[in-house]
């Protein structure tokens, strides 16, 4: 089963996996819608935790014969309509911050959702699309891109990467902000072992390159052909 038919202009929807509407994550995903308009996309950002939803309720409804291939989950609720909205889109672009090693706990109960009700139980075929739309996942994560291996963060990279794959294809991109800036002012927090002077160093240097990344990476889902 193909999604539906794409939009024209074509559709690419940012998802801000982020609590936070206007902080690292937010601003990463806003700038690769900016990049996808540069080109002539239309856009939307939705953002995850202005929703009421749960992940998925293990009832494969999904998979059972009679409704198999439909891509569509059983549950009902403020995500349903934005699994539908990703049917006409051609690129989805997913944002979140690391908290205790991994995505934020909306993301998570995302990706079960929109993942899962795709996932073919079948040897042959990984999926029960023919193509998903293109996937692109920001991560933003307070260490240093330095420590990602020693908190073993690339094998989660990779993981999330296959999962995405079997939807998306080989093409799914994936960037970093590290060592982001958490508070605005960290005098007001506990929070000696971090250097605020670095912190904005960061901010100040490194944050700019990766908002370029992000707009580069909405630009070329923006101008991709399906073909």
Same mark, same amino acid.
């Given at each position: 089963?193909?999604?539906?038919?794409?939009?024209?202009?074509?559709?690419?929807?940012?998802?801000?996996?982020?609590?936070?509407?206007?902080?690292?994550?937010?601003?990463?995903?806003?700038?690769?819608?900016?990049?996808?308009?540069?080109?002539?996309?239309?856009?939307?950002?939705?953002?995850?935790?202005?929703?009421?939803?749960?992940?998925?309720?293990?009832?494969?409804?999904?998979?059972?014969?009679?409704?198999?291939?439909?891509?569509?989950?059983?549950?009902?609720?403020?995500?349903?309509?934005?699994?539908?909205?990703?049917?006409?889109?051609?690129?989805?672009?997913?944002?979140?911050?690391?908290?205790?090693?991994?995505?934020?706990?909306?993301?998570?109960?995302?990706?079960?959702?929109?993942?899962?009700?795709?996932?073919?139980?079948?040897?042959?075929?990984?999926?029960?699309?023919?193509?998903?739309?293109?996937?692109?996942?920001?991560?933003? !994560?307070?260490?240093?891109?330095?420590?990602?291996?020693?908190? #073993?963060? &690339?094998?989660? @990279?990779? *993981?999330?990467?296959? =999962?995405?794959?079997?939807?998306?294809?080989?093409?799914?991109?994936?960037?970093?902000?590290?060592?982001?800036?958490?508070?605005?002012?960290?005098?007001?927090?506990?929070?000696? !072992?971090?250097?605020?002077?670095?912190?904005?160093?960061?901010? #100040?240097? &490194?944050?700019? @390159?990766? *908002?370029?990344?992000? =707009?580069?990476?909405?630009?070329?889902?923006?101008?991709?052909?399906?073909?």
């Amino acid at each position: 089963m193909p999604y539906a038919p794409r939009t024209d202009p074509p559709l690419v929807v940012g998802l801000n996996g982020s609590p936070r509407k206007s902080w690292n994550t937010a601003s990463l995903v806003a700038k690769a819608l900016e990049g996808a308009q540069s080109v002539g996309a239309q856009t939307e950002l939705i953002h995850l935790y202005d929703l009421s939803y749960k992940g998925c309720a293990s009832c494969f409804a999904c998979k059972k014969k009679k409704t198999y291939l439909n891509g569509k989950c059983a549950l009902k609720d403020d995500l349903s309509p934005v699994l539908e909205r990703l049917e006409t889109a051609q690129g989805v672009i997913m944002g979140s911050p690391i908290y205790l090693g991994d995505v934020t706990a909306a993301t998570r109960a995302f990706w079960e959702r929109y993942i899962f009700i795709n996932l073919a139980y079948d040897g042959e075929k990984p999926s029960v699309l023919s193509r998903g739309p293109f996937a692109g996942v920001i991560y933003a !994560m307070n260490i240093p891109a330095d420590l990602i291996e020693t908190f #073993e963060y &690339d094998a989660l @990279l990779r *993981l999330h990467k296959g =999962f995405l794959a079997r939807l998306n294809g080989p093409g799914v991109e994936t960037l970093l902000a590290c060592d982001t800036l958490q508070f605005s002012d960290y005098s007001q927090y506990h929070a000696p !072992m971090f250097s605020e002077e670095k912190k904005k160093k960061v901010r #100040e240097t &490194d944050f700019p @390159l990766a *908002l370029r990344e992000a =707009f580069a990476m909405g630009a070329r889902f923006g101008a991709r052909s399906e073909a």
